[in-house]
């Protein structure tokens, strides 16, 4: 058959094969490249992986669709710059499957939202924001303080991220190599073995939720918050050090 | 079934369906056709101008540049947003005219801030859109929040922390965390009532005098221990963030919103039988020293 103008458009198969390879041109010239430009992702100290109480605080987040009000990207520009401080790097999602940068701003960007507040401020604001900020549009999440954080499969979601490059640790040899870049404190907590016991001291060690008895979604979501955006240390930084990485 | 368009013949595709069905194949209206070689021509100068094709690790510069100040010297690097942003910061318009008043601000006492009309008007102004993206979640707009038991209103002229203004300075700076102890299961229903009747007779409610004189024995004595950060008088220390009981402003229990001397009292009792536990975030770090220092005139201007 020959591929004549016709051919194509009369046979549906053909074109649709046809079509995938046209688009497929766009997105990789695109895309494939970030994996190789050796700028990409900046050298930066500090950035580390969730801990598993905010993993588990993290994909609360994401089941709630927080995502779809909040961006976690603070774009390089002066305003954004001015009310939320530094611009993300690429380097602070590098743990992040999927990340939650997103474009949709119903809400203010979280990407630097970490200790902004107090742990009091997010809990009352998440279980009915119209307590702290009155002309919020915000729904309310009640359930988070009443329903117990299910932690029970914590060690398989730590190995699926494992398996798509989180440096979570199972054996002896990469716990010593979490030890040697994040620290024996974080090591431990990005030990698989023992994410049950890292998990519930973590919620035991401040006080989340304001109830230390009970560990909740509260707890986990009130967790991730305060670490967003709080990895890095930019006074360690000069200004025009991340822009020689673009 | 071909026909006419604008009075010529014109060609179809050469293919048919269903025995007759056949498509056109006009040329493409001019106009279309002459922007669409306008976008091929934007593309191949935004090629040229910008950073643009992959090639291994790297990626074609482009001509365009940015220049900045970095580490004290001059850097002049190919185009890119970072260096953009760095350059307004450094030269834009609008920062340059921002950047004059706020050395001014920034070399001034709060005296001279408060006594230069010019000086109070750019911090109320730029202030103002700080604390509304800082301070508003848990003080509200304007400095009044939602709901009086969480966070303290700045409208008014009582300061747990104090309101001098290198106090003010210091709060924002540092952060702080207020906390008394819950007195619930050290004291018992029947005594957290009588504290709580001594406690509404200090600023003047009407009170059961007998549950308010056993009241004062635990307050002003070491049973209770209140005076350590209430003081004996009751108006509390600053250096606790201890509040002031003689007044009619409440920062915790609601005792304005209560309906009824019982609901008042029992807000008072929730207090002193949960305690507090309040923090305040160290804004040090996060907002730099000029930007601290003109919240600071300008909640120091709220509370007079």
């Known amino acids: 058959m020959k591929l004549s103008h016709e051919s194509i458009e009369i046979n549906a198969g053909l074109m649709i ?17 970030l994996y190789y430009i050796k700028d990409t992702i900046e050298k930066v100290e500090g950035v580390r992986p969730y801990t598993p109480l905010e993993q ?5 987040y994401i089941r709630e669709g927080c995502y779809t009000c909040h961006s976690q990207m603070i774009r390089p520009f002066r305003d954004e710059d001015m009310r939320y401080g530094h611009y993300s790097l690429a380097a602070e999602s590098k743990y992040d ?60 979601r730590m190995r699926a991220l494992k398996i798509v490059g989180v440096p979570y640790s199972e054996s002896e040899e990469e716990y010593l190599a979490n030890v040697e870049q994040f620290g024996v404190e974080m090591a431990e907590q990005f030990d698989i073995n023992k994410a049950d016991q890292s998990l519930i001291t973590q919620a035991q060690s401040e006080d989340w939720d304001g109830d230390r008895s009970r560990l909740t979604e509260m707890d986990a979501l009130v967790a991730y918050l305060q670490v967003l955006g709080t990895m890095v240390d930019f006074s360690k930084y000069d200004e025009g050090y991340f822009a020689e990485f673009r | 079934m071909v026909e006419q368009n604008r009075g010529k013949a014109v060609q179809t595709t050469g ?9 056109f194949n006009n040329p493409l209206p001019r106009w279309w056709l002459w922007s669409f070689y306008a976008t091929v021509i934007f593309a191949i100068i935004y090629w040229v101008w910008y950073p643009a094709w992959p090639i291994a690790s790297s990626f074609t510069k482009g001509i365009g540049t940015v220049t900045y100040q970095s580490g004290g010297k001059e850097v002049t690097t190919h ?45 109320q102004s730029m202030a103002k859109v700080l604390f509304a993206d800082n301070c508003a979640a848990c003080h509200g707009i304007g ?73 004062r024995a635990i307050f002003q004595g070491t049973e ?81």
């Not at chain 2, 203004?165 to 819950?182: K, L, S, W, Y």
């Not at chain 2, 923090?279 to 120091?300: C, F, S």
Request: proline share 5%.
């Open chain 1, 17 to 33: 094969v046809l079509t995938l390879i046209a688009i497929s041109i766009g997105g990789l010239v695109e895309i494939v490249p």
């Open chain 1, 56 to 60: 588990r605080g993290r994909d609360i």
């Open chain 1, 97 to 156: 499957h999927p990340f939650q940068w997103g474009s949709k701003r119903t809400g203010p960007d979280l990407g630097r939202v970490g200790r902004k507040y107090s742990n009091a401020w997010h809990t009352q604001h998440l279980n009915n924001p119209r307590d702290v900020v009155p002309e919020s549009i915000m729904p309310n999440y009640p359930w988070l303080l009443r329903n117990e954080l299910d932690f029970s499969d914590i060690a398989d």
């Open chain 2, 15 to 23: 293919h048919a369906w269903d025995g007759d069905l056949q498509e």
């Open chain 2, 79 to 123: 185009w890119n947003t970072r260096g953009e942003l760095i350059e307004e910061m450094q030269r834009g318009s609008e920062t340059l005219k921002q950047q004059a008043y706020l050395e001014k601000v920034a070399a001034a006492s709060y005296d001279e801030i408060a006594n230069d009309p010019e000086m109070s008007a750019f911090t």
């Open chain 2, 143 to 215: 400095g009044t929040p939602a709901k009086i038991g969480q966070y303290p209103n700045l409208r008014d002229d009582a300061w747990l922390w104090g309101g001098e203004i290198v106090q003010i300075q210091h709060t924002i700076e540092a952060g702080r965390t207020g906390f008394m102890p819950a007195f619930g299961s050290v004291l018992g229903e029947d005594k957290i009532e009588q504290l709580a009747n001594y406690v509404l007779s200090l600023s003047g409610h009407e009170v059961d005098a007998t549950k308010a004189d056993a009241g």
């Open chain 2, 224 to 304: 209770g221990g209140c005076h350590y950060c209430h003081t004996p008088s009751g108006k509390g220390l600053a250096s606790q963030g201890a509040a002031n009981l003689t007044d009619a402003i409440w920062t915790v229990a609601d005792v304005p919103g209560a309906s009824d001397d019982k609901a008042r009292i029992q807000a008072v009792e929730a207090v002193i039988a949960n305690g507090v536990q309040r923090q305040m975030p160290a804004w040090q770090g996060r907002l730099n020293d000029t930007e601290i220092k003109l919240l600071t005139a300008y909640v120091h201007s709220l509370g007079s």
